[in-house]
């Protein structure tokens, strides 16, 4: 019974210390905006920075039905034009791109889309709802038109997101897939997994728009946050998680 008095006591404490931060983050960007919070936290002491992780899609609906977070990351800017009134202050704080992954070693020899025509190499590509899948699809048809996209789909193997599109490459379920090129910074994935670059014409660099929503209650704090993602720290932490951005591309 003391010990149940005891957690109670510790979980009122904790539910009533100091202020804190909701992000509502995609699932891409995970790594940079938690580094990015425990930095955060440091210099303000008594403030928590929590993250709800996922896809930038379901987040959306959440902020419109809820108005509960304090600022949001998706990993496109099109959700800032369904519901502009949602959203205050904003900063581009890095950019993603699509790339080619391939199993660690490169068994097929894959240099470029054009393999992606060959009978013999099998083929991951993201849920279509996914900002992996869509950007997917809009470089395939940049490379080869609908007929090419078309003919891709049919032949690949369809998951929900990204890290399941490297863990298919880890389980040998496919030979390459199109992922965003962060996604290989993370845990040990360059071990396992090999990174071929994409030209912009196919591929443009997609900035990472982080916002203060306008129902924030710390606004002020939320502020904060986003002048430090922006700033040399901030860009530090984006590309050491290879996000590239105005001072720095990091290549792996």
Request: some cysteine.
């Amino acid at each position: 019974m003391k010990k149940f008095f005891a957690f109670l006591l510790f979980l009122s404490s904790f539910l009533n210390a100091g202020d804190y931060l909701w992000i509502y983050c995609g699932v891409t960007m995970k790594k940079p905006i938690k580094e990015m919070a425990r930095e955060f936290e440091k210099f303000h002491p008594g403030v928590k920075v929590r993250h709800l992780f996922g896809s930038s899609g379901v987040l959306f609906r959440k902020l419109m039905r809820a108005k509960r977070a304090d600022l949001y990351l998706p990993g496109s800017p099109k959700f800032y034009k369904k519901a502009p009134e949602l959203f205050s202050k904003k900063a581009v704080i890095g950019y993603n791109q699509l790339a080619i992954f391939t199993q660690k070693a490169n068994p097929k020899h894959i240099k470029s889309l054009e393999d992606f025509k060959r009978s013999d190499v099998r083929i991951g590509l993201g849920d279509a709802h996914s900002s992996v899948g869509k950007a997917a699809k809009d470089t395939l048809i940049r490379y080869g038109g609908e007929k090419f996209y078309n003919y891709v789909r049919k032949r690949a193997k369809i998951y929900f997101a990204s890290p399941e599109l490297v863990s298919a490459l880890r389980a040998d379920e496919v030979d390459t897939d199109l992922n965003w090129r962060a996604v290989y910074f993370w845990g040990d994935n360059r071990n396992y997994v090999e990174l071929i670059p994409l030209p912009t014409e196919f591929a443009p660099k997609k900035p990472l728009i982080l916002s203060v929503t306008s129902f924030s209650k710390h606004k002020d704090l939320a502020n904060q946050f986003l002048e430090f993602a922006s700033s040399k720290k901030g860009q530090e932490i984006m590309a050491k998680w290879g996000f590239s951005n105005s001072r720095r591309n990091h290549r792996p």
